[in-house]
């Protein structure tokens, strides 16, 4: 597993995140390009995978065709530049989910997923901005960055139906990133790359942040559905007003109470939040077995220790409900756990693989919880390094 050199999170986190963009030159302990060119065409081609070619025919002008490919595509591009952007490549290449690991002081609920893209020189996205925090990795080949001030909704774009192109871009940085630097870009910064050279790979891992219009607009259609029709504006109390036309103080003080209670539950919102925010990005890909495991799959005759891997395309989260007491959250579904199986529950969403040891798997209500989670595809038995 990659890791990063003498990266101080807590000096980052106080001065760079969501402040300003950061270069990082030579960030990793032995850095190895994770991902061949060829393999990232392979996954180009895949139907359940999400991909994009980027082609610029002329000075201008954008071209965006989405996969999936064939590979005689990719020898029909022309000598124009183009890129190849495929998205969340960490779920299905274990190499690449792994340099999410160094990142992970930050939560894993604003985890997105890592795209790949691959360029030709010249290639690129062009000028823009996005709305989520990305770690820039330069896999292969050499990159030139430039960076540009803060944008907002008020920004000048350019008329394309799928790029958000800036239509004037002021760059304020400019580097060219080599194998194994990482450029750090808070949201809404503006910023452009270009392959400097053929064989041009980038990591972007990206971390999601929801809009209050999101949150409010998921958490209100969510409470919606919990109401009962019957439960509606009573007043018992009502007394003879002097205008009919009056909407009293304290009719309006009812109503709203009526609204900004039900939405006021911070239990209720907790609850749908960790179910919100681990919902699968992608329900296609399915690690359930063909054949379901029981306890005695589980806890074997020799008591040995059992070892688990999560699903790199599965989201699990825990929110702490007492000393003892956790409910999990794994891919939108809730499981509230207690004692020995709280303790578990922390340690998977600690780590991708993870070992049970037999004392835990005694546990009645702990083997239960695996069991479901292996059936379901989130977990899976894994054999010895």
Excluded at 157 to 175: G, K, T, V
Excluded at 188 to 203: I, K, Q, R, S
Excluded at 276 to 282: I, L, S
Excluded at 355 to 373: F, H
Aim: contains cysteine; aromatic residues 10%.
């Amino acid at each position: 597993m990659p890791s990063l050199r003498a990266f101080d999170t807590k000096r980052f986190l106080a001065e760079t995140w969501q402040k300003r963009p950061l270069l990082i030159r030579d960030a990793w302990h032995h850095w190895s390009n994770p991902l061949e060119p060829d393999e990232l065409a392979g996954l180009a081609c895949e139907a359940e995978i999400e991909a994009r070619l980027v082609r610029q025919p002329a000075p201008g002008r954008w071209e965006v065709e989405h996969g999936p490919f064939a590979h005689e595509d990719f020898g029909a591009l022309g000598d124009c530049p183009w890129t190849m952007l495929v998205q969340a490549v960490d779920h299905h290449v274990a190499e690449v989910a792994a340099l999410i690991e160094p990142f992970r002081f930050i939560p894993d609920w604003r985890i997105d997923d890592v795209m790949v893209s691959y360029a030709v020189a010249g290639g690129g996205v062009g000028p823009h901005f996005d709305q989520y925090d990305v770690f820039l990795v330069q896999g292969l080949g050499h990159r030139r960055w430039r960076v540009g001030r803060r944008c907002d909704e008020t920004s000048r774009l350019l008329p394309h139906d799928e790029l958000r192109l800036l239509a004037d871009f002021d760059p304020i940085d400019e580097w060219v990133l080599e194998p194994g630097d990482i450029l750090y870009v808070p949201p809404g910064f503006a910023h452009d790359g270009v392959a400097e050279e053929g064989d041009c790979m980038t990591y972007s891992i990206g971390f999601r942040a929801p809009s209050r219009a999101d949150l409010v607009s998921a958490f209100a259609d969510h409470v919606l559905d919990t109401l009962d029709e019957d439960d509606r504006y009573t007043d018992p109390d009502l007394a003879a007003i002097s205008n009919p036309g009056e909407i009293s103080a304290k009719t309006l003080a009812r109503l709203h109470a009526m609204v900004t209670d039900t939405l006021a539950d911070q239990d209720a919102f907790a609850a749908w939040f960790g179910a919100y925010v681990t919902e699968p990005k992608d329900e296609r890909l399915d690690w359930a077995p063909e054949k379901q495991v029981s306890a005695a799959d589980l806890v074997r005759g020799d008591a040995s220790t059992v070892r688990l891997e999560r699903n790199p395309a599965s989201r699990f989260s825990f929110i702490r409900q007492g000393a003892d007491t956790v409910t999990l959250f794994v891919d939108g579904r809730n499981y509230p756990c207690r004692g020995l199986a709280a303790a578990a529950a922390e340690q998977i969403c600690a780590r991708p693989r993870f070992t049970l040891e037999p004392e835990v798997l005694a546990d009645r209500d702990m083997t239960t919880l695996i069991i479901g989670l292996i059936n379901r595809g989130c977990l899976a038995l894994s054999e010895p390094n």
